[in-house]
């Protein structure tokens, strides 16, 4: 397979017509909680920014810190902690909730106003004559995880987004066990949202979500608090995201067998814990409409009842704006041949692989 | 240089804190009319689909067919024609008044409907519960022209924008000599607006951009309408594109040495008249904000008073929510390189390229 510069193949072709328009190159991981490869696909060893594909993991010291307990969050709170969402009022009324519980107000998210991802939710905004807040930012749960975390913790709730503050040291310690990988302030970047977005490779980053999804590797807090916030976005899709978005989408129809988050500059990350998987895969241009349909290939390879579901994912077909069929995303030639490598891979009950 | 698939370099590399993110690969050709290289960085031979920015080209018959002048059309009207625009009230008037003159209406432009590239055009048309027209389509006034030149050619205004129409036919030819190349049905791709979009290789667009600008290599014919096009958009940049835009920037501070356009999908073209020069880049991925920064290099490295008006994209700083500098858009070595080749041309005056 044809080569990029940092030694990752094209996986994702943009057709026109006759002809490739554009291209996509990248690198996907798939590993077991032991950290053994069953897909190493371009460079999985170079670190690379997770961004908010980890945000499950940032958000375990909420439970671990037994804040979920001493403030009775639900489940929505727990999902929406977890979340890029999309500004909905359903997700506004989560972070309200969790907040209130905390004893805190809007002020004190650190994450930065956008306008809502919901095209709905920014209209109804316009409409109103408003601007966006802190709370639309598609971060805000997270950021509403971190100040309860804090606060159950007897932490300054000013200042929770900082480095250096207990929380993110905190968190920077479970990423890394998870992941069983090393932490380097040298690779250490900061976030849209302000946080800090610690690099590491697509490998530890597959081994960090095949332990997510099953618990198998971590303690028995950290396995458990996995639970709780897996269950919650598997309970609630649409606080992980929001309406018609991948994430929602894939596991209100596939869930308990497929957890998935993406992130920010073409990041994707799945745990498959019926199979003991974890996937994670880097676009190298940052590309969402690639990286999408690179983890469609790679789901539907794994998990043959995905294709349903991602039916749309996978034909790819781009219509312009008279709706007319104009071209193809499509897999390339490598991605093709390695996920033909997972099909073939045995399988129980038609649907596991064998062990 | 490192290599992608097609054999083209990392061009663009954006950080985050001390490492980098996010990469783009591709292509940059700068000819002469003559079509003389001054510059092959990637494959300058694979043909692209060019997109938009062969408006100006695809506008020569509303000239070369007298329509211009049949129509009393105005430099709004002509700059309109030539454009990507916003969607802003300046640009729908500038279509309404080409579409009242040659009488026909909204109704006929095919371009299909999306909402405004302005936000604050999306926003008014919000506002007022309102939904966009074909009018509000960012290659409006290309169809407006198309219109108008089909009209004054005696040929049916509807289907004007299939390849089979004569005026597309005519459109191709016009393309094929202008860069010099002959254009293939089978590289024959349809635009997001509807009408056939031609690939080529970067080194013809080069040479394409080169004539278009200075007239050599042109008919009498073509080379009067180019210059009233091109003139045209010296005039009202503000039409081409819109507020805060690219190319309005460019050609606001620095017509009549640059003419600027992009495409969709990665693709900008430029032509310096003065210098007697055309260039043509693609980012393999389609990226924007690897296009204009690198074509923002190319042209402070030619013209070195651009560097003034491209501070902000040659600094290329990205900021988080809350408004921190979290990383850069910045030029790769390999693009440094050619840079620095181009900046050590023997000049005239400080500014001329040496003959």
Same mark, same amino acid.
């Given at each position: 397979m044809s080569k990029t510069?940092?030694?990752?193949? *094209?996986?994702v072709e943009v057709t026109r017509g006759p002809i490739v328009e554009s291209r996509h190159a990248g690198a996907i991981a798939i590993s077991d909680a032991d950290g053994h490869l069953l897909l190493a696909l371009g460079d999985v060893d170079r670190p690379v920014y997770p961004r908010s594909a980890v945000k499950a993991l940032q958000a375990i010291p909420l439970i671990e810190s037994g804040a979920v307990d001493a403030f009775t969050l639900g489940e929505h709170e727990l999902a929406v902690a977890c979340a890029s969402h999309s500004g909905d009022p359903v997700h506004l009324e989560a972070v309200r909730s969790l907040l209130t519980k905390v004893g805190?107000?809007?002020?004190?998210?650190?994450c930065g106003a956008h306008w809502p991802v919901s095209e709905g939710a920014t209209r109804t905004l316009v409409r109103a004559g408003r601007r966006p807040r802190?709370?639309?930012?598609?971060?805000s749960g997270k950021h509403a995880g971190m100040l309860a975390a804090a606060v159950q913790l007897g932490?300054?709730?000013?200042?929770?987004?900082?480095?250096?503050h207990p929380l993110q040291v905190m968190i920077a310690r479970i990423i890394s066990e998870t992941c069983g990988v090393a932490l380097d302030r040298a690779r250490m970047g900061v976030d849209g949202c302000s946080v800090p977005t610690w690099a590491l490779p697509l490998s530890a980053l597959a081994r960090g979500f095949a332990r997510l999804g099953?618990?198998?590797?971590?303690t028995p807090q950290w396995a458990n608090a996995a639970r709780r916030l897996v269950s919650a976005c598997f309970a609630s899709? *649409?606080? *992980?995201?929001?309406?018609?978005?991948f994430d929602t989408m894939v596991m209100a129809a596939l869930a308990p067998a497929v957890f998935v988050k993406g992130g920010a500059e073409g990041v994707h990350c799945a745990a498959l814990p019926e199979l003991g998987l974890g996937i994670a895969l880097k676009i190298d241009d940052g590309a969402k409409r690639a990286t999408e349909r690179a983890l469609s290939e790679v789901l539907a390879a794994l998990l043959p009842r995905a294709r349903q579901v991602l039916a749309d994912q996978l034909d790819g077909e781009v219509l312009n704006w008279r709706g007319f069929s104009v071209g193809h995303i499509a897999p390339s030639a490598g991605l093709q041949h390695a996920v033909a490598e997972l099909e073939e891979l045995p399988r129980v009950d038609g649907e596991k692989l064998a062990q």
């Open positions: 510069a940092s030694g990752n193949p *094209v996986l805190l107000d809007e002020s004190y998210l650190a802190a709370i639309h930012n598609n971060c932490l300054d709730p000013r200042g929770y987004e900082r480095p250096d099953s618990g198998e590797g971590l899709p *649409v606080l *992980v995201a929001g309406e018609g978005r």
